[in-house]
T-cell receptor, first 113, second 115 residues
Framework: NAGVMQNPRHLVRRRGQEARLRCSPM?????VYWYRQLPEEGLKFMVY????????ESGMPKERFSAEFPKEGPSILRIQQVVRGDSAAYFC???????????FGPGTRLTVT | KQEVTQIPAALSVPEGENLVLNCSFT??????LQWFRQDPGKGLTSLLL?????REQTSGRLNASLDKSSGRSTLYIAASQPGDSATYLC??????????????FGKGTHLIIQP
């Protein structure tokens, strides 16, 4: 059973470009969570999604950030018009049910130049 | 709002010692607590999950305890090895966390085991 997969592992974007981060949950998991780890900071919850639904986006910045988890395909975290402060590691986790053990992917390290 | 604190922030001990990492949280209304390991530049590896109704969990040389009423958890590592060197993260699933379904993380304990 493959674990949580994220791609790309490393992403470099210039200021003003768009970043798209992908997450494929573990097989059988329909609950996906996105977290951000800023340099020298702890991991912070961003958003929780189930298939085709955003359940909780209380940790998402109000502007430029969006997330989706379509019926088919991976979950996508989209950052529009990136700024240097968006440089961070973005982790995705999945679980088989709400409030169950979460399994993390290897992360996508975004660098904004 | 849930807050999670881990003490110490860093720890360096000789190989073979037993050690304890501490985690405290401000709101006892939790549904679970997870301990993770993170190696530099890598993702998170889940070590132990304790449900709110449990007092402890064990896996190999690791033992985690939970005292929900006092807002504390400890991770005990027996007979430490250089391969245990990593950052250890405590994460709480709580009804008052930042996003009730997301985990609230501490900043971690950076552990170095000296050969």
């Amino acid at each position: 059973n493959a674990g949580v997969m994220q791609n790309p592992r490393h992403l470099v974007r210039r200021r003003g470009q768009e970043a798209r981060l992908r997450c494929s949950p573990m097989k059988g998991h329909s609950h996906v969570y996105w977290y951000r780890q800023l340099p020298e900071e702890g991991l912070k919850f961003m958003v929780y999604l189930q298939k085709e639904n955003i359940i909780d986006e209380s940790g998402m910045p109000k502007e430029r950030f969006s997330a989706e988890f379509p019926k088919e395909g991976p979950s996508i975290l989209r950052i529009q018009q990136v700024v240097r402060g968006d440089s961070a590691a973005y982790f995705c986790a999945s679980s088989p049910s709400p409030r169950a053990e979460q399994y993390f992917g290897p992360g996508t390290r975004l660098t904004v130049t | 709002k849930q807050e999670v604190t881990q003490i110490p922030a860093a720890l360096s001990v000789p190989e073979g010692e037993n050690l304890v990492l501490n985690c405290s949280f401000t709101d006892s209304a939790i549904y679970n607590l997870q301990w993770f390991r993170q190696d530099p530049g890598k993702g998170l590896t889940s070590l132990l999950l304790i449900q709110s109704s449990q007092r402890e969990q064990t896996s190999g040389r690791l033992n985690a305890s939970l005292d929900k009423s006092s807002g504390r958890s400890t991770l005990y590592i027996a007979a430490s090895q250089p391969g245990d060197s990593a950052t250890y993260l405590c994460a709480v699933g709580s009804y008052s966390g930042g996003g009730a379904d997301g985990l609230t993380f501490g900043k971690g304990t950076h552990l170095i085991i000296q050969p």
